[in-house]
């Protein structure tokens, strides 16, 4: 079965700390996405890597940043994390095109910053 | 960015059909529609997509409108599996989907 992996499904971090959230693909596939799910907004994209090294913003970047080093890992960083980034994050990947093929979403990581 | 309109819920009546409708009227020529369902506690899960035809798959079936400014999503038998929340996205450009906040579907026993 291809997957995405989320590195964790529940995280407690404190206002402050660094966080770091990881995402590993066995697909093969160049796109990566960093989503943040809250009630009432939907997805929204946080950045997308089109390549390795390669990162793009989002619609909310602020407060955050990425780090793909390898093709199969993305990681999402909050450099000091804030109670107002309690959220459910979810990875994606899909293979680079133009949109004839599907995204593939990790489990999700909820995490809560008190 | 071109944007889609769901209905905020739906009811169905378990193996009844169900018809999910979105409108996406600022489609442009090459962007492809696609739908996923995310149940709860999970991530999305891609169902179906499609460019100008209607397609089929395990899983449903994908009616889009002559001009493309419309599509449904088509559940042939709907079970309790199917309830969770369907969003209709357009493929932005080579790299990203735009997520509105999709249709919850509730299956009835």
């Known amino acids: 079965d291809v997957k995405v992996t989320q590195s964790s499904r529940y995280l407690v971090k404190r206002t402050g700390e660094k966080v770091f959230l990881e995402c590993v693909q066995d697909m093969d596939h160049e796109n990566m996405f960093w989503y943040r799910q809250d009630p009432g907004l939907g997805l929204r994209l946080i950045y997308f890597?089109?390549?390795?090294?390669?990162?793009e913003k989002g619609d909310i970047p602020e407060g955050y940043s990425v780090s793909r080093e390898k093709k199969e890992r993305f990681s999402l960083i909050l450099e000091s994390a804030s109670t107002n980034q309690t959220s459910m994050y979810l990875c994606?990947?899909?293979?680079?095109?133009?949109?004839?093929?599907?995204?593939?979403f990790g489990s999700g990581t909820r995490l809560t910053v008190v | 960015d071109a944007k889609t309109t769901q209905p905020n819920s739906m009811e169905s009546n378990e193996e009844e059909p169900v018809h999910l409708p979105c409108n996406h009227s600022t489609i442009s020529g090459t962007d492809y529609i696609h739908w996923y369902r995310q149940l709860p506690s999970q991530g999305p899960e891609y169902v179906i997509h499609?460019?100008?035809s209607n397609v089929n798959n395990r899983m449903a079936s994908l009616a889009i409108a002559e001009d493309r400014k419309s599509s449904t999503l088509i559940l042939h038998r709907a079970t309790l599996r199917d309830a969770a929340v369907y969003y209709c996205?357009?493929?932005?450009?080579?790299?990203?989907?735009?997520f509105g906040t999709g249709t919850r579907l509730k299956v009835l026993a």
């Open positions: 994606a990947s899909s293979f680079s095109d133009r949109g004839n093929y599907g995204y593939t």
């Open positions: 996205i357009l493929r932005e450009g080579t790299y990203k989907y735009i």
């Open positions: 890597s089109y390549d390795v090294k390669m990162k």
């Open positions: 499609g460019l100008t």
